[in-house]
């Protein structure tokens, strides 16, 4: 199970105000969509957004962070002990 795209797109919608929130979020998409394969477009995108190259890597760890805590809990069947958050599909 990789991170969630909801999960990551909440992380990078903190980190941006809301005209550079969507290239961060669909950036952050397409590094879990893509297991981190993404293609010049998306960094040509995000970084026209005014993403520093340095900001790029936070985002690739939230989403490495995020989906080491997903294995983690899987393999250790961790009991979810909170109410249910349905996340909102990124744009």
Same mark, same amino acid.
């Given at each position: 199970?990789? #991170?969630?795209?909801?999960?990551?797109?909440?992380?990078?919608?903190?980190? =941006?105000?809301? #005209?550079?929130?969507?290239?961060? %979020?669909?950036?952050? %998409? #397409? $590094? *879990?969509?893509? =297991?981190?394969? $993404?293609?010049?477009? #998306?960094?040509?995108?995000?970084?026209?957004?005014?993403?520093? &190259?340095?900001?790029?890597?936070?985002?690739?760890?939230?989403?490495?962070?995020? *989906?080491? *805590?997903?294995? $983690?809990?899987?393999?250790?069947? *961790? &009991?979810? &002990?909170?109410?249910?958050?349905?996340?909102?599909?990124?744009?």
């Amino acid at each position: 199970m990789s #991170a969630s795209l909801g999960s990551v797109a909440a992380i990078v919608s903190a980190m =941006r105000s809301s #005209a550079g929130k969507s290239s961060g %979020a669909k950036f952050a %998409a #397409a $590094v *879990t969509r893509k =297991r981190g394969h $993404v293609n010049d477009e #998306a960094l040509e995108n995000v970084r026209a957004a005014g993403y520093s &190259d340095a900001e790029l890597v936070e985002i690739v760890l939230h989403v490495a962070l995020n *989906t080491l *805590t997903n294995y $983690v809990n899987e393999v250790a069947k *961790t &009991d979810v &002990d909170f109410p249910v958050v349905h996340a909102r599909q990124a744009a």
